[in-house]
């Protein structure tokens, strides 16, 4: 079973419509993230956090919302889609320095593809 | 703020061939981390290589290695006897002291048979 999963993989919508995009983790990182991709503008920070009660704006988070329910699971929302909305998105997690356990990298889902008509 | 800058868009290699793949980044911190990641057509993000910034040593792993010059703020990656199945982008990435990721555009790289 894959370690990080996002739903849904595909998703078409309408402009105006709330949009929610689920992340679920099993490796137990405190840390998870959310990016968008755009071709030719690699990937851009959304939002991340750094616990359950730890919510903090990336890059590019206008339009966007998002909600940490449990160590292992983080929403994004779109309350109002909007058609430059449209890209590939990817949640992902890494360990905190704290852990012990050493590892700095991040980890990413299969990402969702979002089109907003 | 940190930027990482690649500035391939696309490149190409023969099979069995070596390729390197260019990186520059700018920042004011001493210590960082930074990565390659690759992105098959699959979409998936796969980790490649990471370098620690206080390790004078350049990482290898297998066909990939890097040439990390940090006075230059240059990471490069060379993957050796390139493989078919090496034709992805591929994504540098930085990482500061706090966990924030930063990530180039990334480079098209494609293994011609």
Redesign the interface.
């Known amino acids: 079973d894959a370690d990080v999963t996002q739903t849904p993989r595909n998703r078409i919508t309408k402009t105006g419509k709330r949009i929610m995009l689920e992340c679920s983790q099993t490796k137990g990182h405190d840390r998870m993230y959310w990016y968008r991709q755009d071709p030719g503008l690699g990937l851009q920070l959304i939002y991340y956090s750094f616990d359950v009660k730890d919510i903090n704006k990336g890059e590019i988070s206008d339009g966007y919302s998002v909600s940490r329910q449990a160590q292992a699971k983080f929403s994004l929302s779109l309350e109002s889609a909007i058609p430059n909305q449209t890209a590939l998105y990817f949640c992902a997690t890494s360990d905190s320095p704290t852990s012990g356990r050493a590892r700095d990298e991040q980890f990413f889902g299969p990402g969702t593809r979002l089109t907003v008509l | 703020a940190q930027t990482?800058t690649?500035s391939q868009?696309e490149m190409s290699v023969q099979e069995a061939e070596t390729v390197t793949l260019s990186c520059t980044y700018d920042t004011s911190e001493s210590n960082y981390?930074l990565?390659w990641?690759k992105q098959p057509p699959?979409?998936?993000?796969i980790?490649v290589i990471?370098q620690e910034a206080y390790k004078q040593q350049n990482a290898t792993e297998n066909r990939f290695s890097v040439n990390f010059q940090k006075a230059a703020k240059s990471f490069s990656l060379k993957i050796s006897d390139s493989q078919l199945g090496d034709t992805a982008m591929y994504?540098c990435?930085f990482?500061n002291t706090g966990?924030?990721?930063?990530?180039?555009?990334?480079t098209s790289l494609t293994v011609i048979p």
């Open positions: 990482v690649q868009p981390y990565f990641y699959s979409r998936q993000m980790l990471r994504f990435a990482m966990n924030q990721f930063y990530f180039g555009t990334g």
